[in-house]
Structures are given as structure tokens and as C-alpha cells.
């Protein structure tokens, strides 16, 4: 062991050479080239960053850090434990070099791939020496620096065309994407080397804001399945598929149940764990609860076909009225619209609205019990993280929030995020992880976010228009849909 850190012998004796040469040029992104179509695929310097990295000039490399790479990756990807010096003024990309180069030095085969570094549990975004001075940590001990792989998109799938404004999109069944537009249809996709529309849900009268698979127990599969929607006809449908009867063009479905009772545009809607209920939130301020079970039951059980509609408008009328069911129960307690709920606890829901707050509710009782003002009108909120337990949340300005209802005597939020440059339109955390979730702007962009760093982790712009609406899929990939009519596919996202 040298001063400057591990000396290889042998065949390994250039290495410590190829390190040392890898100081004196700049950390770039192109290393890792981006696949097509990506704006910026790859974890890639924000501004700040850049002014951070080395340039030749006023840079002091030959101030050093003694540092020990660790991780928890499968043993290809390890490299040796020994304790090495490297220059304090590297950032993320520096670092991602030398773990390639030790890689590389062990495995010819390896190839280059982007890494993020966490000190003491939070990711790196800035110069070592800067986040060493920021944390108070000493620059004098053996620093340990876990690896793990950057999250970020690696591919971008052609977009699905629709006839209107992409306002909601669902990507909780892993064989099919549900999308509702503003031409008053849903619709389902299945995606594969060619993207294709498999089934058109037809009745809405109004723009569909809100759809989600509802996966009753005991009778969904990959081939059949249910579904609710929300419009600005001020009413839910319930719909079947049956994906295993399509042949050829897309199957036109009409709705088995109608939910009626809102007296304003149907918002938002939710599924309960046990996926029995339903949830509603209105521009009538109010939130319904609807009996999904029971309206399964009292349905005769057959998909309608709309070939065999009357066109006579008082037939659809009390066939509309013979299907209508009602709500179990109506939460009242918002004074403007509710934009939007979520049901993650079968005693417990959330909601957020224009008026400023997100509440809690306990279902068995219908009473609020928790409340927090926030001062925005808010448009999207989701529960997830830690517990299953933190409330993020974004509104009319370009901020995401996130708040633990389980710290009392404060309201203010834990984390703040604000890369976004317009209102933020929706908002989801990781199905498996505590750390990341996923946001969508009006500024045309989606945005990938760790809690362990202020930074976002990747920026997807894929659409050029307003994102209205974002979900993950497959846990590897993130559906958006906007303005500009159209549902984007973003995947090779790699999150453990």
C-alpha cells in the first residue's frame, strides 16, 4: 500500500496507472452513450454539477480521500475490498470511472455501465469534498462509498396515438395499459414489438379523467379482467374484458353498471385493498364509496355488446336507468373540488383538493382524521415510501411534497422537490421501493426521484406537450399520457 492508495503487482500493475490517468480527464456522460429517443436516459450532470466538475483550472486534484467501495450487487459486479486514494474534487461520474475500471480489471467482459454512490445513506450529488464539508464528516477516515446502479430509462418504446388529450392511464396489470382520454373512451393496449389498441370502452359522454383496473379476487386472470372509469358526465362505469375473444380490430365494449350519484365532474377514482370498494371524488366536494362486489352480482354477468343497442333514446334510457347502481356511502368535509383519492388501507383513505388540503379519512366511521393545508391547490396525490406510509402530493406550482402523518405536533413537509418548472400533474411512488416514486408536470416532463437526494435521478421528456397523467408499469417502466395525445412507454428503468 502506497501513500496514494493500492498498489497492484503483476499483471494488475497498470491499473493503478489507468486510475491515476483518469483523474486528469474530465468525467464525462458520454462514456455511457444514450439509446435513441431519450433526452436524457442516463443519470446526466445537472447544472450545478457541471460547474462542480474539474476543469484544469483552480482545481486542487492533488487533494485526496481515502475510500473503500462496497455494495450489496450480485459478486460480478464487487469489486476489491482494499481502501484506495482518490482525488476529493470527483463527483458521481468520476467515481462511476474508477468502479468500471476495477470491474474491468477483474472481468474483461464487463462492460461499462453508470453507478450512484450513497455516503451514510444518501446519494452523492456534488464534489466529495463538498459533501464531506456539507455532512460534517471527516475527510481524515477511510470513507466508505456503497455503489449501486443508477436509475435511470434505457429505452424508449414508439408512442400509442389517441384521438384527444391522454387524461388518465393505469399500468397496474402487468399484460395491458388502460388509458382515458378526453374523447370521452377508454382504452386498453397491449404492448409487445408493435404497440396495438386491443379494446375501446364506449358510453362516457364527457371527457374520462380518471380509469383503473379493479382485479376483483377469484375473478380476474391476464385474459379477463374488470375496470372502473370516472368522467365529466358526472359518472362511473364499470366495465369486463374478456381479452382472449379479440380477433383482429379492437373490440368495442359497453359498460355492465353505471354509477350514479355525483352531482359534478367525477374526478378521481380508487380501488381498496381488498378490491370490493370503490372510492369517488367529485367536483361536488364530496367522496362516494361505491359496493364493486355487489354490483358484480347484481349484473347479469356478460359484457354488453353495443352492436346490439337500441339507437331509440328512450330504450338507452331505461337501460341506462336498469343498470345504474348506488353508492354505499358519500364523506363530506372538502369545500372545493376533490381532485383526486387514493385508498391504500382497507380502514383508511386519502384525499387532496383544490382547497388546499389532504385529508385522511377512517373509512368505518366516515369522520377525518387527519388534516393537513398546504396552501396550493393540489392536483395528484399518492401514499407509499416507508410503511407504506408517506403522502406525496403536488399542485399548482412546480413543487412535490412529501409528508409522514405518523410524526405528530408537525404538519410541514419532510421532503420538497421542485425541478419541475409548471404544476405538477401527477404523482407515484415504486410499487416495491421506499425510496423512489415518480412525478409528471405541465412543463412537458416526468421525472424519476430518489429520497435520498435533492436531484432528480432521470428527467423523461418525451412528450411535447403538458403530461397530465404518469403510473409505473412492470416495475421497470413508467407510462405517461398528455396533451399531445399520446401514451409514452418509457422502460429498462432498474430499480432495487
Not at 102 to 125: T, Y
Request: glycine fraction near 6%; aromatic fraction near 8%.
Amino acid at each position: 500500500m502506497s501513500k496514494h492508495g493500492t498498489v497492484y503487482h503483476g499483471t494488475e500493475a497498470t491499473l493503478h496507472v489507468e486510475i491515476s490517468n483518469l483523474f486528469l480527464l474530465r468525467s464525462d456522460i458520454s462514456r455511457f452513450p444514450p439509446p435513441p429517443h431519450l433526452t436524457s436516459p442516463l443519470p446526466t450532470p445537472t447544472e450545478t454539477e457541471r460547474e462542480m466538475e474539474p476543469n484544469g483550472s483552480g482545481s486542487d486534484a492533488s487533494r485526496q480521500v481515502q475510500v473503500r467501495f462496497v455494495t450489496r450487487l450480485p459478486p460480478p459486479l464487487r469489486v476489491p475490498p482494499a481502501s484506495m486514494a482518490v482525488p476529493s474534487h470527483l463527483t458521481r461520474f468520476g467515481l462511476s470511472d474508477i468502479v468500471n475500471l476495477l470491474l474491468k480489471n477483474s472481468d474483461p467482459d464487463h462492460e461499462n455501465q453508470p453507478f450512484d454512490f450513497l455516503i451514510d445513506g444518501e446519494l452523492v450529488r456534488m464534489k466529495l469534498e463538498e459533501f464531506l464539508i456539507a455532512k460534517g464528516i471527516s475527510a481524515e477516515k477511510v470513507l466508505e462509498l456503497e455503489y449501486v446502479k443508477a436509475v435511470a430509462p434505457r429505452k424508449q418504446e414508439d408512442p400509442c396515438p389517441h384521438d384527444d388529450w391522454v387524461s388518465a392511464v393505469d399500468g397496474s396489470n402487468s399484460s395491458f395499459i388502460l388509458t382515458g382520454c378526453y374523447d370521452a373512451l377508454a382504452r386498453i393496449w397491449k404492448t409487445g414489438d408493435v404497440s396495438e389498441c386491443t379494446h375501446v370502452l364506449e358510453g362516457h359522454t364527457g371527457a374520462i379523467t380518471s380509469a383503473k383496473f379493479i382485479d376483483i379476487r377469484g375473478v380476474e386472470n391476464e385474459q379477463n379482467f374488470h375496470l372502473v372509469t370516472g368522467s365529466k358526465d358526472r359518472l362511473l362505469r364499470l366495465w369486463k374484458c374478456d381479452a382472449a375473444k379479440r380477433r383482429g380490430d379492437p373490440i368495442r365494449v359497453g359498460a355492465y353498471k353505471i354509477l350514479a350519484g355525483h352531482t359534478s365532474s367525477v374526478q378521481s377514482v380508487s380501488i381498496n385493498p381488498s378490491r370490493e370498494m370503490i372510492c369517488s371524488g367529485s367536483w361536488d366536494c364530496s367522496i362516494k364509496l361505491w359496493d364493486v362486489k355487489e354490483s358484480e352480482e347484481d349484473g347479469d354477468g356478460n359484457t354488453i355488446s353495443l352492436k346490439k343497442r337500441k339507437v331509440n333514446s328512450m330504450t338507452k334510457e331505461s337501460e341506462d336507468a336498469r343498470l345504474e347502481g348506488a353508492s354505499t356511502s358519500t364523506l363530506v368535509g372538502h369545500t372545493q373540488c376533490v381532485s383526486v383519492v387514493t385508498w391504500p388501507d382497507p380502514d383508511v383513505l386519502y384525499s387532496a383538493s383544490w382547497d388546499h388540503s389532504v385529508r385522511q379519512w377512517d373509512v368505518p366511521s366516515g369522520k377525518e382524521t387527519w388534516t393537513m393545508v398546504c396552501g396550493k391547490a393540489l392536483n395528484c396525490l399518492d401514499v407509499g415510501g416507508e410503511g407504506s406510509a408517506l403522502v406525496a402530493a403536488g399542485g399548482s406550482d412546480p413543487v412535490l411534497r412529501i409528508w409522514d402523518p405518523r410524526k405528530p405536533g408537525s404538519l410541514a413537509p419532510i421532503f420538497q422537490y421542485s425541478s419541475h418548472s409548471s404544476w405538477i400533474s401527477a404523482c407515484k411512488w415504486h410499487p416495491r421501493s421506499w425510496f423512489h416514486l415518480l412525478s409528471a408536470s405541465y412543463d412537458g416532463k416526468v421525472m424519476l426521484w430518489d429520497l435520498r437526494t435533492a436531484w432528480p435521478l432521470a428527467v423523461m421528456e418525451s412528450h411535447q406537450d403538458k403530461v397530465l397523467c404518469a403510473d409505473w408499469w412492470k416495475d421497470d417502466s413508467v407510462v405517461s399520457g398528455g396533451a399531445d395525445s399520446k401514451l409514452c412507454i418509457t422502460s429498462g428503468i432498474e430499480i432495487h
